[in-house]
């Protein structure tokens, strides 16, 4: 149940959106290219991110660049 606490407790780092260009969804519409975003969770293959929607929501790391 750690996904029901995401929205409200401290980020786990800082990644930069580099590319949209989602090969199966729609990425466009929640990020944004050169915005930062607050890493809430991360798994091998993905970050989970408050994204533009106010939400967070599971994206491929492919589409992100950590931040120093």
Sequence with gaps: MIH????????V???????????????KNV???GNQYDVQNETEEFYFVIDNTG????FYKEYFEEQA
């Design 4 to 11: 029901k606490t995401w929205q409200t407790k401290q980020p």
């Design 55 to 58: 939400k967070v929501g599971g």
């Design 13 to 27: 780092k800082k990644v930069t959106c580099i590319h949209t260009n989602a090969k199966k969804y729609v990425v």
């Design 31 to 33: 990020l944004t290219v």
